[in-house]
Each structure stands twice: as structure tokens, then as C-alpha cells.
């Protein structure tokens, strides 16, 4: 049992890893679309670039964080199905779970298992999952175009893989993961990142738009 919660632990921890490097390719989209669209010129071609990567990594990224259909992958999907084992939940409660932190812990976990069923029946997610399988993980033919997802979308769904992943912090009871101290950090030096780059290109940001 002992050997089963440690591969629970290390798959947490690349989940952990997973959400951090989301957050940074989600926020160079994000922010981008905050200033606005970008004007036509040639040499602002590395910035649509940039976006267009960034875009297909974070769509990559929350179906790896979210979807789980083989069990040699670290997702919330996968370790629900883990946990579905009574007694490897149990095993986490009975060493972690003292005094009342236990109910706690099955709070988290229930809360997780529900919001996750939510996610991953949203039309949201389908759509996402379609335009990943479609575009970005496959490049297949269809008779008909893969329908398309908006960027909010695409970050209502990146926030769901964040809350899911730290509702399964703390339903283990680990220490918060990394990705939730370093958020702040990261959408500071995307902000940097953007500022110096329009900054060199002859660009101003007035009232949060590209001007």
C-alpha cells in the first residue's frame, strides 16, 4: 500500500508541475487579449507566433491535466481512478487524516470527484477535447469543420484544472503545490515580458489596449 500511495504522491507532484507550466502559457494569451488586437504589421509576426504556440500548448495542457484514459498518466482523471480504490483513500486518512482533518479530507475529495464530472461533461471540455483531437494532437481530415472554442473558454477550463488539482491537495493532505505561490510571479513576468516586447516594436498600451 505503502508503494501505492508514493506513486499517488509523485503523479500529484507532476500534476503540480503540469499546472504551473499552464499558467504561463495561458497568461501569455491572456494577457495579450487584454491589450487588444494586434495591428497589422510584419514585424509584429513573432507575436502572433507566439500566441498561436502558446494557445495549442495551453489546450495541450489541460486535456493532459484533466483527461486520463491509460493508468501510466499523471491526471485528475487517472487519480480519481486510483482513488476509487476504498482502500488507498482510506490509507491516506488513516495517516494523514488526524483527530477531524479526515472529514476534511473527504470533503475535498468528494468535492473534486463532483466538479470534475461537471467539467469533463461540459459542453465547454467537448469542445476542446474535439478542437485538440481535430488541430493540435492529430491534424485529422473531417467532412465537417471542428467547431471552435473562445479563449474564455479555454480559461474557464484552465481555472477548473487549478482548483481540481488543489482540491486534490488538500484532500490528501499534502502541502499546497508550488504552482499556487508561483502565480503571482508568473503573470508578472509575462506582464514584463509583454510591456519590454511591444515596447522595443514602437508600440504604447493606453487604457489596456494595443494602441
Same mark, same amino acid.
Request: aromatic share 6%.
Given at each position: ?19 504551473? +507550466? ?22 509584429? $509576426? ?5 500566441? #498561436?504556440?502558446?494557445?495549442?500548448? &495551453? ?26 480504490? #476504498?482502500?488507498?483513500? +482510506? ?6 487524516? *488526524? ?15 463532483? *466538479?470534475? !464530472? ?18 493540435? $494532437?492529430?491534424?485529422?481530415?473531417? +467532412?465537417?469543420?471542428?467547431?471552435? !472554442? ?35 510571479? &508568473? ?8 510591456? &519590454? ?10 487604457? $489596456?489596449?494595443?494602441?
Amino acid at each position: 500500500m505503502l508503494k501505492r500511495a508514493d506513486d499517488l504522491i509523485d503523479r500529484a507532484g507532476k500534476l503540480d508541475d503540469a499546472v504551473a +507550466n499552464l499558467r504561463a502559457f495561458r497568461s501569455l494569451v491572456e494577457e495579450l487579449d487584454r491589450r487588444g488586437p494586434i495591428p497589422f504589421s510584419p514585424h509584429l $509576426g513573432p507575436i502572433r507566433i507566439v500566441r #498561436a504556440a502558446s494557445l495549442r500548448s &495551453t489546450i495541450a495542457l489541460i486535456i493532459a491535466i484533466l483527461d486520463g484514459k491509460r493508468d501510466d498518466r499523471a491526471s485528475i482523471g487517472q487519480m480519481l481512478k486510483l482513488l476509487g480504490d #476504498a482502500m488507498l483513500e +482510506n490509507y491516506f486518512m488513516e495517516k494523514r487524516g *488526524q483527530g477531524s482533518h479526515a472529514a476534511v479530507m473527504r470533503r475535498k475529495l468528494s468535492e473534486m470527484r463532483d *466538479q470534475y !464530472s461537471k467539467v469533463i461533461d461540459s459542453d465547454s471540455f467537448k469542445r476542446v477535447v474535439k478542437l485538440r483531437h481535430d488541430e493540435i $494532437g492529430h491534424l485529422l481530415l473531417r +467532412n465537417e469543420d471542428t467547431p471552435t !472554442s473562445e479563449h474564455a473558454e479555454v480559461f474557464w477550463l484552465a481555472d477548473e484544472a487549478e482548483r481540481l488539482v488543489r482540491l486534490l491537495y488538500e484532500g490528501l493532505a499534502m502541502p499546497k503545490p508550488h504552482f499556487v505561490e508561483m502565480r503571482r510571479k &508568473t503573470d508578472a513576468s509575462v506582464k514584463l515580458f509583454w510591456d &519590454t516586447y511591444l515596447a522595443a516594436s514602437g508600440l504604447s498600451e493606453e487604457g $489596456g489596449r494595443l494602441q
